[in-house]
Nanobody
Framework: QVQLVESGGGLVQAGGSLRLSCAAS????????MGWFRQAPGKEREFVVA????????KYADSVKGRFTISRDNAKNMVYLQMNSLKSEDTAVYYC?????????????????????WGQGTQVTVSS
């Protein structure tokens, strides 16, 4: 079992920045790929970004490329999502996810159904 707890969400104006954090506990953190997904009201959960355990494989959704950056600190069992140039359409609940099968590569990691462990989510609201 892996437990994931997100933090850092909040209200920000368009063009602003936020950094989300995800604390992992349980199994060996380095055995897992880590990802971020989001879900806006009335919409399906969508892929944002994922990173392999070493960071050698990273995949971003086209909608966030150049604006969002994922990082992970395996020594601290933490993963972060730096979000810059936020837009109103980024408003959603953001979820941290973990799964061992994407540990080496996240090329095929964009489907939410493929991820085993999830956090409870943190709300991000971008006002225009």
């Amino acid at each position: 079992q892996v437990q994931l707890v997100e933090s850092g969400g909040g209200l920000v104006q368009a063009g602003g920045s936020l950094r989300l954090s995800c604390a992992a506990s349980g199994r060996t953190f380095s055995n897992y790929a880590m990802g971020w997904f989001r879900q806006a009201p009335g919409k399906e959960r969508e892929f944002v970004v994922a990173r392999s355990w070493s960071g050698g494989s990273t995949k971003y959704a086209d909608s966030v490329k150049g604006r969002f950056t994922i990082s992970r600190d395996n020594a601290k069992n933490m993963v972060y999502l730096q979000m810059n140039s936020l837009k109103s359409e980024d408003t959603a609940v953001y979820y941290c996810a973990a799964d061992p099968k994407y540990r080496l590569t996240v090329v095929a990691a964009s489907s939410p159904s493929g991820w085993q462990y999830w956090g409870q989510g943190t709300q991000v609201t971008v006002s225009s």
